[in-house]
């Protein structure tokens, strides 16, 4: 009497049961994958496993819905992979759905099947005369390899509609491995993968099409902003690469106090999009505080109004020393009159001076010494002069002299709280949008960008304990790129050397993350950023010995 185990009838229904198994962790797998490149190649690679078949294809519909794209072609007993991820492209060309009156093109078993949303099975394609195989007997011709039962079967979507076709071909008998029809078991199984896969592909797509759009919508917020001001719009692009540069630099290292960082590919993702929005804030800042030029600028540069006052007291004094020599008339006094021109000239000279003076102010710089800041109120004080109704004003408003005293670049206090309040509207922006979980982390990383490792920065003074790697991360990126951007209107691009200098110094009284700038450093990402951004007038040589 046999026994239960080589029952045959019992055997089937436990390969059966297996492969039903093995079907339901694929799905699993399939529902998890993302990327859908490898997406199809799993696929396929499962339909294979659980048909016993030798070789496969996986074709997609073309976007334009016009013909069967090659995706990825696997032979097992060959060797043969092509398409997908190994690396192969496929050099066969793609298959026409429809012939030039439109009319489904039903010669190919593939097309035949996408247009009619029906599955082939095929025992042997070489006395098959339904379709041309002609491509086939070539292919095992070039090959030394022999095609013989084929199944085919639609990839059908939610809404019905053929997304692509699995194509498996040559099923082997699990005992001998010799070469078999596929069952009815097989198709079941092959018909079911192909749905599950389908949808699997379609949830894939449906993700890629709205991240596209929510990039697209974040590229627009950046337009905006680059539109109100050319110099902010380049900041909010280069500043996610930078802050992608290092957080892959950090990832890398093993040792040290980074050596626990990791990212996976969501973690990526959620920081890319943190740096695209990190400054999504500005677009409630006024373009004449963004772009502001010169310390006297508004609307327009008030320089201008400074200028006009000078040209008035030049008047005046000429007017007054003309005066004065008149009054010398008839008596003829050359000495008196030298000595008037003499005055003229001297006081034209100072006022020449002064006026450079302030026009050199007015432009901003890094820093301005006390000397030149008493000098500027000096000024105001040693003129005076009249405005069109004759009433005598001071030189300098008070305004005009708490701008032109600014101590580093062209912002004064209230408009650097101006400035500053943009990461304020950031984090209420990112705050009120519904993220779902692998992008909750986007407001903390976008809006902690002006916090300080010593907890003296901005909105929330927070210390860097408080802040996650890639927030500090970001604080790096932000800072270094506005030390080396050459558009702002202001200033011109430092050299690397000044600007890693100037890092260097960060580092040490507590700006920015020390451990952070040491893989900056070490990783040469400064390096790298800068032979990638910057003009090569400004990637000098750096002494990295000197930022230890």
Known sequence: MASESSNPHQEFITDLLLRLEQLNAIGVALSRERDSTHLMQMILESAMAITHADGG?????????????????????????????????????????FDAQGKANSSLVATYVATHKETVNIADV?????????????????????????????????????????????????????????????????????SQAAIALGHSK?????????????NVINLTIEEKSPHTGEHCQRVPELTMMLAEAAHLATEGPLGSFSMNDRDRYELKIAGLLHDCGKVTTPVHVVDKESKLQTIYDRIGLIDTRFEVLRRDLEIKILREQLALQPVIDQQTEATLSQSRDELLVTMEMDQQFLRQANLGSE?????????????????????????????????????????????????????????????????????PRHLRNVPEFAGGHHERMDGKGYPRGLKGEQMSVQARVMAIADVFEALTARDRPYKPGMKLSQAMGIMHKFKRNGHIDPDLFDVFVSQGVYLSYAHAFLEPWQVDEVDVQTLQ
Do not use: C
């Open 57 to 97: 294809t996986l074709y997609r519909v073309s976007e334009d819905g016009k013909t069967l794209n090659f995706e990825t072609l696997l032979t097992n007993s060959l060797n043969l992979r092509m398409g997908g991820n190994t690396g192969r492209d496929i050099v066969l060309p793609n298959l026409p759905m």
């Open 126 to 194: 070489y006395s098959a005369t339904q379709f041309d195989f002609s491509g086939t007997r070539g292919f095992d011709e070039r090959m030394a390899y022999r095609m013989q039962s084929f199944l085919t079967v639609p990839m059908l979507n939610h809404e019905g509609e053929v997304i692509g076709v699995l194509q498996l071909i040559n099923a082997k008998s699990k005992e001998e491995g010799v070469v078999t029809s596929f069952s009815l078991a097989d198709q079941s199984l092959a018909e079911s993968l192909a």
């Open 206 to 218: 449906l993700i890629r099409q709205m991240e596209v759009l929510f990039e697209s919508f974040i």
């Open 367 to 435: 820093s301005m010494s006390l000397v030149d800041i008493q000098r500027v109120r000096d000024i105001s004080g040693k003129y005076r002069w009249q405005d069109a109704k004759g009433v005598e004003r001071d030189f300098l408003t008070a305004d005009e002299i708490e701008n032109l005293t600014i101590r580093s670049g062209t912002l004064n206090a209230n408009e650097r709280e101006i400035i500053n309040q943009h990461i304020v509207a950031t984090i209420k922006m990112l705050e009120k949008l519904p993220w």
